[in-house]
């Protein structure tokens, strides 16, 4: 029995450290903030989030483009009239509309 508890006492140190070991290393792989998986996830969102980033950008580059050509003495008031009732699609009262063909539109 002496020998027992002598074997017990000796073995429960190094079972409580290599319990406390075992017990970081998991949570460094697996833990929820900074286990190397949860990095994982974290660099995908973060590319995910730079492709949406530049289809904004893309996307606002484009609205300014668009914005500046309509600024000043760049667009004639024929053109800018054209092209206001071809995105509200209204026309006045004593006008008619020739459509164009499929896929033969101007803008």
Do not use: T
């Amino acid at each position: 029995m002496r020998a027992i508890k002598r074997v017990l006492s000796v073995l429960f140190v190094p079972a409580v450290f290599a319990g406390l070991c075992w017990h970081f290393a998991w949570y460094a792989v697996h833990g929820p903030r900074v286990g190397s998986l949860a990095r994982e996830a974290k660099a995908a969102e973060i590319a995910s989030a730079k492709i949406d980033l530049a289809k904004a950008e893309a996307q606002r580059d484009s609205m300014e483009r668009r914005v500046a050509g309509l600024r000043g003495d760049l667009i004639d008031r024929d053109q800018l009239d054209e092209r206001a009732r071809a995105l509200l699609n209204m026309v006045g009262k004593d006008e008619f509309v020739a459509p164009y063909g499929p896929g033969k539109q101007l803008f």
